[in-house]
């Protein structure tokens, strides 16, 4: 009986050791991939970097976030204020969809931009693929931010209407977003 209270006690102590190792191992991982997400976030720049760099309000020389605001940053050229844009999640039909829109000040469309999406390939990844789907959202108020066959401005990609429709439903949401955060 001794035998096997001094074995088990070994294999507490083993364990022990073990679990000690590894916590130290993961703590020391956990630091170090930490330390290079913030290096990759701060050479992406923010999201006001981001909206500069994708375009979606085309004149604009700097954004700036909106006081109080989540998503929304006020667009700028010069000192004059022409728009807004946002950088927002919002449901696909797979997954979450990153899309990037931009408002002027009457939110206006002034571009929409697909900057991530996880649908399937070669069907609804063509909401992405087509430049031509995202370019027609330029000019397009809430009024008629919806796909032809609801009544809306916004013509589907066929084979790809799901998806096409979550984008637009999306764009909508986002603009209705920027205008709570601006008001």
Not at 33 to 46: M, N, R
Not at 95 to 115: N, Q, R
Not at 141 to 168: F, R
């Amino acid at each position: 009986m001794a035998e096997t209270k001094d074995s088990t006690i070994m294999i507490l102590v083993k364990l022990t050791l073990i679990a000690v190792v590894a916590a130290v191992i993961l703590t020391a991982t956990y630091g170090v991939t930490q330390e290079q997400l913030a290096k990759l976030a701060e050479a992406a720049g923010g999201p006001d970097k981001q909206l500069l760099d994708i375009g979606v309000v085309p004149d604009a020389t700097k954004f700036k976030a909106v006081s109080g605001g989540e998503i929304c940053y006020e667009a700028y050229d010069g000192g004059d204020l022409i728009g807004y844009g946002a950088i927002a999640e919002v449901q696909g039909m797979q997954d979450m969809l990153t899309l990037a829109v931009g408002v002027d000040t009457d939110f206006v469309v002034t571009g929409v931009v697909v900057v991530s999406q996880k649908e399937t390939p070669g069907i609804g990844d063509k909401v992405q693929k087509q430049p031509e789907f995202v370019e027609q959202f330029a000019g397009v108020g809430l009024d008629g931010m919806a796909l032809t066959g609801d009544g809306g401005k916004i013509d589907a990609i066929s084979g790809a209407s799901v998806s096409s429709g979550h984008v637009t439903a999306g764009v909508a949401e986002i603009i209705g977003k920027m205008q709570q955060e601006v008001s």
